[in-house]
Antibody
Framework: EVQLVESGGGLVQWGGSLRLSCAAS????????MSWVRQAPGKGLEWVAT????????HYVDSVKGRFTISRDNAKNSLYLQVNSLRAEDTALYYC????????????????WGQGTLVTVSS | EIVLTQSPATLSLSLGERVTLSCRAS??????LAWYQQKPGQAPRLLIY???NRATGVPARFSGGGSGTDFTLTISSLEPEDFAVYYC?????????FGGGTKVEIK
């Protein structure tokens, strides 16, 4: 069974930093692209970042470029999101998600999701 | 950035009704579009990928269609567990984007 368990969220002051983690199990982690998607309270979904299976390619939404860094440790089956210079608009539930693999090709859809870790930025 | 517009924002429907949700892209995404279902307090669930392919375990009452800029998600007969928020998402180009969602509520 695929499991994704996020941790590391919390209450942080404006301008602060956090490191979000996602522990993966139930699949060959090193074979899949992985992503972070966030959801502000009562709002819709927003894609944040994606990393290739070997970490050689990364993509970010413009609003977090230069502030957030996605990374992974395939030996530890773990995905990370370093979030710096936090702003009020970064307050959200952050989901770890596994991309979809079909016929050996990665499709940038989110096939499995964790339950999320909440980041709250206070001023 | 490709903007996805979902309409309507809310639909009030009865059990057993047929419903069609709409997602319009600001430019062509060919068939690179997915649909997700999200219930309160839960993570989203992938329903449809590449416009018309049902994800594993998704009931046959869910179907997707469209290409280019106009897409639909149809639920042939609403079940109690289908009342939720539905989002579309494109993978045609970075940044990946979601629509604003359509809430399907009980009438």
């Amino acid at each position: 069974e695929v499991q994704l368990v996020e941790s590391g969220g919390g209450l942080v002051q404006w301008g602060g930093s956090l490191r979000l983690s996602c522990a993966a199990s139930g699949f060959t982690f090193s074979s899949y692209w992985m992503s972070w998607v966030r959801q502000a309270p009562g709002k819709g979904l927003e894609w944040v970042a994606t990393i290739k299976k070997d970490g050689s390619e990364k993509h970010y939404v413009d609003s977090v470029k230069g502030r957030f860094t996605i990374s992974r440790d395939n030996a530890k089956n773990s995905l990370y999101l370093q979030v710096n210079s936090l702003r009020a608009e970064d307050t959200a539930l952050y989901y770890c998600a596994r991309d979809m693999l079909t016929d050996g090709y990665n499709l940038e859809y989110f096939q499995f999701w964790g339950q999320g870790t909440l980041v709250t930025v206070s001023s | 950035e490709i903007v996805l517009t979902q309409s309507p924002a809310t639909l009030s429907l009865s059990l057993g009704e047929r419903v069609t949700l709409s997602c319009r892209a600001s430019q062509s995404v060919t068939t690179y579009l997915a649909w997700y279902q999200q219930k309160p307090g839960q993570a989203p669930r992938l329903l449809i990928y590449d416009a018309s392919n049902r994800a594993t375990g998704v009931p046959a009452r869910f179907s997707g269609g469209g290409s280019g800029t106009d897409f639909t998600l149809t639920i042939s007969s609403l079940e109690p567990e289908d009342f939720a928020v539905y989002y579309c998402q494109q993978r045609y180009s970075w940044p990946l984007t979601f629509g604003g969602g359509t809430k399907v509520e009980i009438k």
